[in-house]
């Protein structure tokens, strides 16, 4: 199965634990809803997986 361009590049992201490119997988007001928390916009996503991919 192939997978759209840019869900093929956020599973790569996720699977090198590159959080610059994760974080450009995600538009200025994306929400993400993880852990009991809530992450908004582009600047607090990229946090919160840099926090996550070094634990």
Not at 29 to 51: N, Q
Request: with cysteine; net charge negative.
């Amino acid at each position: 199965m192939e997978l759209p361009q840019l869900i093929a590049q956020f599973v790569e992201t996720q699977n090198t634990y590159d959080s610059r490119t994760y974080t450009e997988c995600f538009t200025e007001t994306a929400i993400v809803h993880d852990e009991d928390r809530t992450h908004t916009g582009k600047k607090e996503i990229r946090a919160w997986i840099e926090d996550a991919n070094d634990r």
